[in-house]
């Protein structure tokens, strides 16, 4: 269904990655040299979890070429703020860089694309938002972005991918969690692999479709991590968005680890409350790719196993195809499961919202 | 209808041992931690494992990750199956001590004199006037 | 959902006829020693001298550690030798005590299918299946084998499969859901031919440590608890490879049976093949129906570890979505998260569905 007001918070919006050559710009000598010599201004870093023409990468009706990075920007107006009326979209530029090894090479482009996307997505409207992209290769790296960037109020969150080098509970990378934290930004942990090893705990799939299925079972993983490795209890201001995860997963989750916790809770002392009251406060999931049951009095029910309304925020995941027309809602959520959804929960989750100057004509 | 029973002279029942008694139709496991004795029912109310078979031991509990600091010695039953702990003083569940419980019992030592004024139940114990006896009620 | 055992249904309405079955019971040899005898003296002294060769980084135990007595029930040690190893215990423990009238064996711990040496893994593929006949089958009829295999060597597993399939003592056969390549594609598919044609289903049960990949694609896990956890996800990937791979397509009579793997997380696995069938066709034209026929047609799942919903309505609500039909009781004797056949089930079941699951469903899906 359609989302019966304006205003919406679209916790998950793609627009188009910015070619190297405006990436150019943002680079010391030395890069821009590096990157023109080595050809990679004719490459596009394009994120292999994240191909472009995958049908489901972007919708039919959503393939405007874009001839230029200028257009970035006009066709996100024309084909998502717009038309669904939102009040602020968080944009997610998923960029392959992040997948390099050379990790120096890795840096200049990463802080170049968080410079671009300053410079021209969040300065071109003010109903845009963004993430810092940062590499979980690199947790260096990612701090000096995250300190770097962390003042300006329009970057509402930290991205990382939830396929990396190693689970991201792992204590390497607390600094990421512990910078984040002092700035009040969430951390967004968005579908994706570096593919450093295989996307399965059985291997390499073969298809795209598998990878794409994957994701949640790696994003179940990655929630496990969290809790495990005590990050809940060691950050407890830091709240973790789980973006293009799916979402019907998780109630199967806190069932399962709350039977576990009481079973090896010796192991993992400092999880000192039952998990699903832990997680419930701290972890926000992504609407789409919604990824319910098509029955409705099914998806009644899966709706009553969420043991809390505060735990989806609403996504587009634009341009992705999950979804025809302006129907970015699964039918079956009551009025005030919407109100939550699409407004009260993205507004919570994300309070530097009403911090960086607001879009105009909107009201809070 | 609750029985006391004597379940053992005190000489039988050597610091740091365990028991399990039949009281009033109920299987009983009774503790002895130093000089302290604990009663709870032989039975697991998550899926019924005997309670006797587990291990008795600290809680730990954490200031933080990576740091595990055991306290409460030889206070904390784990099911042999499960691993729930529970806390012989009260035999509520540690991590859901509001709805989680084995029922638990008073354990008593008390002198043959003592039992003298009963109603007790001994059988087959002999009791000897001067002696010590651990008695459960249940 | 509050956990009592007041709550649970009473094993005094289970119908007394009704015998379960069982679908997870791990046999152990007392040593590696009780192999010998089914071994050549060229791979008895292998054995003795080089022993298991497989993708771990610590030799001969677990590389996440369990929290108690290695990951087995405290009750179930024999005096000597480790818990599993002793038949009377297990039939007095759990068999005769809770009226099991068929269990399927799942013999753990001989490594047959991590095994590195695909020479040794075959010699002890055989050896492992004839100790299971010798040791536990013969002695009571109520248990039957499974056929264990070097799946990395698939022609090797063929001709184990083809071996047995004709012996009624044997009543599945045993996959490892860690495997090199994922288990939909074609490689394994000459196993999958061989289980269809001896009419025995393909089973899966977690092991350590498998064909190298990390347990998920996030990477290697920490602690216990996450391990424990890896076995769900990693089952819907294994189902994702199968459906997707076109195996179900190809194999329109293959039974799969998911042990150990709990089952809360059936309902939304399948809702999301469907979804992204639906999307991205065009990838899988081989894939003609919607994921969720295939599995339901050729997939069951066992309820051990029994999952705890927040309250039995939602327990039963996810097995309704599953399928009364495809779940399958199992007990996992003698490991520590053993389920009780008389107390595991939050949940009142009426007789038949007590039948189906506790019975008839095991009795379709396997040769019993």
């Not at chain 3, 423990?93 to 099991?100: E, G, K, S, T, Y």
Request: aromatic share 10%; proline share 8%; charged share 25%.
């Amino acid at each position: 269904m359609q989302l019966p007001f304006a205003g919406a918070i679209d916790c998950d919006t793609h627009p188009a990655a910015p070619s190297i050559k405006s990436l150019l710009p943002y680079m010391t000598p030395y890069w821009r040299t590096q990157l023109v010599e080595r050809s990679l201004h004719t490459v596009n870093f394009t994120f292999t979890s994240a191909k472009p023409n995958v049908p489901l990468s972007r919708r039919a009706d959503w393939r405007a070429p874009l001839e230029e990075d200028a257009n970035i920007v006009p066709t996100l107006r024309q084909e998502l703020l717009d038309p669904f009326q939102l009040r602020f979209a968080i944009c997610n530029v998923l960029h392959g860089s992040i997948a390099l090894f050379h990790q120096d090479m890795a840096a200049a482009i990463i802080s170049a694309v968080n410079d671009w996307t300053r410079d021209h997505l969040l300065a071109s409207d003010p109903r845009l938002r963004a993430s810092i992209l940062v590499s979980p290769t690199d947790p260096a790296h990612a701090v000096s972005e995250i300190e770097r960037l962390g003042e300006d109020k329009r970057f509402v969150q930290i991205l990382l991918p939830v396929m990396g080098e190693l689970p991201l509970g792992r204590r390497i990378y607390w600094p990421i969690f512990e910078a984040a934290q002092r700035l009040q930004l969430p951390i967004c942990i968005h579908a994706g692999s570096l593919h450093r090893m295989a996307t399965t705990g059985g291997g390499w799939p073969s298809h795209f479709v598998e990878d794409y299925i994957a994701q949640s079972a790696a994003f179940e993983n990655v929630l496990v991590s969290l809790l495990a490795e005590g990050v809940f209890r060691k950050f407890d201001r830091l709240t973790f968005v789980l973006a293009e995860s799916g979402v019907s997963w998780y109630p199967a989750l806190l069932w399962r680890n709350d039977r576990m916790w009481r079973a090896t809770r010796r192991e993992v002392p400092w999880i000192e409350r039952v998990p699903h009251e832990i997680i419930n406060e701290r972890v926000r999931l992504t609407l789409q790719p919604f990824d319910g049951p098509e029955d409705a009095a099914a998806m009644k029910r899966l709706i009553d196993h969420f043991d809390s309304d505060r735990v989806i925020l609403f996504s587009t995941d634009y341009p992705h195809a999950h979804f025809d027309g302006l129907n970015a809602l699964p039918d079956g959520l009551s009025d005030a499961l919407i109100q939550r959804i699409a407004i009260d929960n993205p507004a919570e989750t994300y309070t530097r919202l009403a911090l960086a100057p607001q879009p105009a004509g909107a009201s809070a | 209808m609750t029985a006391s029973q004597v379940i053992s002279h005190i000489d039988d029942f050597p610091p740091n041992t365990r028991k399990v008694v039949e009281v009033n139709g109920r299987s009983v496991v009774v503790f002895r931690v130093e000089d302290e004795f604990y009663a709870l029912l032989n039975r697991c109310p998550h899926e019924g494992a005997e309670l006797c078979k587990g291990r008795l031991g600290g809680l730990v509990v954490s200031s933080e990750p990576g740091e595990y600091d055991m306290t409460q010695e030889n206070q904390f039953l784990r099911c042999p199956w499960h691993g729930w702990e529970f806390d012989i003083k009260t035999g509520q569940s540690y991590c859901d001590p509001r709805k989680t419980r084995t029922p638990r019992y008073d354990v008593a030592v008390k002198s043959g004199g003592a039992l003298q004024e009963g109603p007790y139940k001994a059988e087959p114990i002999k009791v000897s006037l001067d002696d010590l006896y651990v008695v459960v009620h249940c | 959902m509050t956990l009592t055992l007041d709550s649970a249904a009473p094993a005094a309405s289970t119908p007394a006829k009704l015998a379960t079955v069982d679908c997870d019971l791990h046999p152990t040899p007392r040593s590696p020693n009780d192999l010998l005898p089914f071994l050549s003296q060229r791979w008895q002294s292998h054995l003795r001298d080089y022993g298991s060769h497989i993708r771990q980084g610590i030799s001969g135990q677990e590389i996440h550690p369990r929290m108690d007595g290695r990951g087995m029930r405290l009750d179930a040690f024999p005096e000597t030798g480790p818990a599993g190893s002793d038949l009377g215990l297990m039939q007095r423990q759990h068999l005769d005590a809770n009226d099991i009238g068929a269990g399927t064996l799942i013999a753990l711990g001989t490594s047959v299918s991590d095994e590195r040496n695909l020479d040794y893994g075959a010699a002890l593929a055989r050896a492992v299946n004839q100790w299971q006949l010798a040791a536990w089958v013969e002695p009571d009829p109520r248990l039957h084998a499974g056929i264990i295999v070097t799946q990395e060597d698939p022609a090797a597993a063929v001709a184990e499969i083809d071996y047995w399939a004709a012996d009624p003592r044997f009543s599945h056969i045993m996959l490892s859901p860690k495997p090199i390549e994922p288990l939909g594609r074609r490689r394994y598919w000459p196993i999958y031919e061989a289980a269809c044609r001896a009419g025995l289903p393909v089973v899966f049960h977690p092991v350590i440590p498998g064909g190298g990949h990390p347990s998920s694609g996030i990477g290697w896990p920490t602690f216990y608890i996450q391990d424990h956890y890896t076995s769900g996800p990693l089952y819907q990937n294994i189902a994702m490879s199968m459906v997707f791979e076109g195996v179900f397509e190809k194999f329109p009579e293959l039974k799969v049976v998911f042990v150990e793997g709990g089952f809360t997380w059936v309902p939304h696995m399948t809702w999301r093949f469907d979804r992204q069938w639906e999307r991205m066709r065009s990838e899988v034209p081989h894939v003609k129906k919607k994921p969720s026929e295939y599995l339901r047609q050729n997939t069951w799942f066992t309820t051990q570890p029994m999952e705890e919903c927040r309250t039995p309505g939602q327990l039963r609500e996810i097995i309704e979505w599953i399928g009364f039909d495809r779940v399958l009781y199992s007990s996992d004797y003698p490991h520590w998260d053993y389920d009780d056949p008389k107390y595991a089930f939050k949940l009142r079941l009426s007789d038949e569905e007590r039948q189906m699951i506790f019975s008839g469903n095991a009795r379709r899906a396997y040769r019993l």
